[in-house]
T-cell receptor, first 114, second 112 residues
Framework: EAQVTQNPRYLITVTGKKLTVTCSQN?????MSWYRQDPGLGLRQIYY???????DKGDVPEGYKVSRKEKRNFPLILESPSPNQTSLYFCASSFTGLMNTEAFFGQGTRLTVV | DQQVKQNSPSLSVQEGRISILNCDYT??????FLWYKKYPAEGPTFLISISSIKDKNEDGRFTVFLNKSAKHLSLHIVPSQPGDSAVYFC???????????FGPGTRLSVLP
């Protein structure tokens, strides 16, 4: 089954404790992206990647890191989480060579930083 | 500055009537537009899309209209059903970078 898998689905952590949210897709997509959803602000892009070893900042990259060492994986790293990073996070993937294709989303990761 | 705007945070419609959700964009490089639907506790799911070479695309109860000169698109749902109650995101993709840019969403409530 074609899917984007995020782990964990729920996470509660303390300020300053490094964490990683994993994202994996099995559709051989070149494009992957991370978004956060906050009330009233919709989906804001954190980072995106057009292919292996190619990453770019989105609208709200501060406090986040990503890596794209393999095509299927795009982990989101919070080196020192803070309470303002409490949010609902979504990973997405898509083809880049075909223009008229949609992005597929994971189920989301709800992160709480206390 | 937001490149994709959805100026109505919420919309309520009676069951059986038409729902019209609007979206405006500023980047003239966008040439592919999509609508996503999101239920609570789930990821957004693709609903319908339109290429910039068209002005209308229809899929069952859902129709998307594109007015390139006005940089405006709309999603029509006819007839609206209670199961359509969700948050709808408008998204755009540019031909150059091929990144996806999303609007802030409109929460649709279809009242029985």
């Amino acid at each position: 089954e074609a899917q984007v898998t995020q782990n964990p689905r729920y996470l509660i952590t303390v300020t300053g404790k490094k964490l990683t949210v994993t994202c994996s897709q099995n559709m051989n997509h070149e494009y992957m992206s991370w978004y956060r959803q906050d009330p009233g602000l919709g989906l804001r892009q954190i980072y995106y990647s057009m292919n292996v070893e190619v990453t770019d900042k989105g609208d709200v990259p501060e406090g986040y890191k990503v890596s794209r060492k393999e095509k299927r994986n795009f982990p989101l790293i919070l080196e020192s989480p803070s309470p303002n990073q409490t949010s609902l996070y979504f990973c997405a993937s898509s083809f880049t060579g075909l223009m008229n294709t949609e992005a597929f989303f994971g189920q989301g990761t709800r992160l709480t930083v206390v | 500055d937001q490149q994709v705007k959805q100026n109505s945070p919420s919309l309520s419609v009676q069951e059986g009537r038409i729902s019209i959700l609007n979206c405006d964009y500023t980047n003239s490089m966008f040439d592919y537009f999509l609508w996503y639907k999101k239920y609570p506790a789930e990821g957004p799911t693709f609903l319908i899309s339109i290429s910039s070479i068209k002005d209308k695309n229809e899929d069952g109860r859902f129709t998307v209209f594109l007015n390139k000169s006005a940089k405006h698109l709309s999603l029509h749902i006819v007839p609206s059903q209670p199961g359509d109650s969700a948050v709808y995101f408008c998204a755009a993709r540019d031909n150059y970078g091929q990144n996806f840019v999303f609007g802030p969403g409109t929460r649709l409530s279809v009242l029985p």
